[in-house]
């Protein structure tokens, strides 16, 4: 899946033999040791040379250049390769050689970056109020429809106008912000990729307490109730990159449990945890082996995406289910290393629960290997109790795709026999209800929106094309309210990439169509995109939708007129006193709630400018 999570650092760096092996069934290294890491300690340009030259030289395009990277500080660049993207990568380098990239990627040395100045810590920090009677944006899609529709954040469209940021908050030693925020009980939870959870004053940004994971977290984050021997109370939920699954006290920050839901080393966890009757829904993806599944050294492949249900209190596995069969040994390639398949059906999204019918819904990604599978690039139905598939919608079947291949590669065995488009899902499905009748809407990377009808084992019940389509850029997300479906429009490969598209939920038909906007940003550098493939947010009267120019807009639900905008391609003053400047705004979406609204900016990546910043607007 070539979504923005691959392109931001997320290119495998090889030693330049690409001697590289891979794992198989389970996690397990075999093929013997990774050739080309670690050993003697080297100076910058030596271990760059060595470690990741094949895959940052200028001639690839797929991954950051060195030009590139020498916009990050070199305490992002060795953040990267400890707790985020790279981290697979920086695990098979010294700690010394891990400071010499970055020190040499940068340009500068490490300690050079200003530190933070300013005291962040909340004066007072009162206990959290009930999450269930306050204001509240929870989870990805605020609540578990993940209809992302804030009907009582507190804005609505005559609201927008008014809007003035009241403070900024900065994501330290990163160049991307992907973390979507969570508010619940008079806090907002907020996560970055350099492996800190905190928890917010919502009205002025200062800190209550701060949490340190394993790796990175992607996820959004969501808040629901545990209960253990010591007593009950409110926990924040989320993943790490190196897919642990957390449960952290949300009044005091104290880890509750931690529980590692796949072992296999590409597993990460970028979708949101569910939360609901007791148990936490954990989806895996695998990007770090699709981004090198068509090297001729790799024994590709062997990940398979998943679903983990867990006991919210303990962390306890109830169930755990596969979206592919169990990966078998293939064939060997020219160079004799074992090619194993079936492969792939990531998760990229959050879970959507359906009580009422005991279906949690997830919509999964393409494949990385022969065979072809039913369920990549589809939409699955479980049992909430069991994990048992109860039903499959496939709307692109044998779309098996890696990097490093093209189009057919008879003389790699690596690469599929037919190599896919790369259209999976990196949406979550929304389960909204329209004329008394409950139906889930979707949106996929080929260009196309979908309502299915649940009661109806997941059959067709509309479709309708919203862009051309692109392997490049995520869908990540639509939003409804109680006429219309609202998806942005990524197109990232196409020559006219943006757009804002309203859909009746009764038949698909187009409400209307906004085509992309002037941008923001400086239209002679590449990065400077139009896209708009991040998650929307409706509130009453409007929907709110990033783009890659470095814009949010809010479009009128009734014309599509625009009725705000907010540039954000400038540097910030942060209430933490970090460094922070905004950049392209893809992935996660605005969140609304207790009459504020809350989005990060700075996406990062090749194709895309960095940033690292949280923004609170309200009125006064």
Not at 15 to 42: D, M, N
Not at 153 to 179: C, E, Q, S
Not at 194 to 204: I, R
Not at 266 to 295: C, D, K
């Amino acid at each position: 899946m070539r979504v923005w999570a691959f392109i931001a650092f997320a290119a495998i760096c090889f030693t330049a033999s690409g001697a590289a092996q891979g794992p198989p069934p389970g996690g397990r290294q075999g093929g013997g040791p990774p050739g080309g890491f670690g050993g003697p300690v080297a100076p910058g340009p030596a271990a760059y040379d060595r470690d990741c030259a094949a895959c940052h030289s200028e001639a690839n395009s797929a991954a950051p250049t060195r030009n590139a990277l020498r916009a990050m500080t070199p305490e992002a660049i060795l953040n990267a390769l400890v707790n985020g993207k790279m981290q697979q990568q920086g695990a098979k380098m010294t700690d010394a050689d891990r400071r010499a990239v970055s020190e040499f990627l940068a340009g500068r040395a490490l300690g050079s970056t200003p530190a933070s100045t300013a005291s962040t810590k909340c004066a007072a920090s009162p206990a959290m109020s009930d999450p269930a009677r306050g204001p509240s944006w929870n989870g990805w899609g605020n609540g578990t429809a993940n209809a992302r529709y804030a009907k009582d954040g507190g804005v609505t469209a005559t609201d927008l106008p008014k809007l003035k940021l009241k403070w900024a908050f900065g994501y330290a030693n990163v160049n991307a912000a992907r973390a979507q925020p969570a508010y619940a009980g008079g806090r907002l939870f907020v996560a970055s990729e350099n492996a800190e959870v905190h928890s917010l004053d919502p009205k002025t940004g200062c800190t209550h307490w701060t949490f340190v994971a394993n790796a990175g977290v992607r996820t959004a984050l969501v808040v629901g109730p545990y209960k253990t021997a010591r007593g009950s109370g409110y926990a924040v939920y989320f993943g790490d990159m190196k897919a642990n699954a957390y449960a952290v006290d949300a009044n005091t920050g104290r880890q509750l449990w931690v529980r590692k839901v796949d072992e296999h080393p590409s597993a990460a966890i970028t979708g949101a945890l569910a939360v609901y009757g007791g148990r936490v829904y954990v989806p895996t993806q695998g990007l770090s082996e699709e981004g090198q599944g068509g090297r001729g050294g790799y024994q590709c492949c062997t990940f398979r995406g998943s679903v983990s249900a867990l006991d919210a209190s303990t962390g306890a596995v109830a169930w755990k289910t596969y979206t592919v069969e169990e990966s078998k040994p293939r064939a060997k390639n020219a160079a004799g290393v074992q090619l194993w398949g079936p492969a792939g059906g990531g998760i990229w999204s959050s879970p959507t629960v359906d009580a009422q019918r005991g279906f949690v819904y997830v919509a999964t990604g393409n494949g990385y290997a022969d065979p072809a599978q039913k369920t990549t690039d589809a939409v699955l139905a479980m049992d909430m109790k069991t994990g048992a598939i109860k039903w499959i919608n496939q709307t692109t079947p044998n779309d098996q795709w890696t990097m490093g291949c093209r189009a057919q590669n008879p003389d790699n065995p690596s690469c599929p026999a037919t190599l896919g488009p790369d259209h999976d899902f990196s949406a979550s499905p929304t389960l909204t209800r329209v004329n008394g009748r409950d139906i889930l809407v979707v949106p996929q990377k080929s260009g196309m929106a979908f309502a299915l009808d649940p009661d109806n084992e997941g059959k067709l019940v509309w479709q309708q094309r919203i862009g051309r389509g692109s392997g490049l850029g995520g869908q990540w997300g639509a939003a409804a309210d109680e006429q219309n479906a609202y998806i942005g429009v990524s197109d990232l490969q196409t020559q006219t990439p943006g757009g804002l598209r309203a859909l009746k939920l009764t038949t698909g038909e187009m409400a209307w169509s906004m085509e992309p906007q002037t941008r923001l940003c400086n239209a002679q550098q590449p990065s400077c995109r139009a896209a708009q493939g991040g998650a929307v947010t409706v509130i009453p009267g409007a929907v709110l939708s990033g783009s890659l120019d470095g814009g949010m807009r809010a479009y009128s639900t009734k014309d599509g007129s625009i009725i705000w905008t907010f540039d954000t391609n400038r540097s910030f003053d942060t209430v933490n006193g970090v460094t922070a400047t905004g950049g392209g705004i893809e992935g996660p979406g605005a969140i609304v709630a207790g009459g504020m609204v809350f989005f990060n900016s700075g996406y990062g990546g090749v194709l895309n400018r960095p940033g690292n910043v949280l923004l609170a607007f309200g009125t006064d």
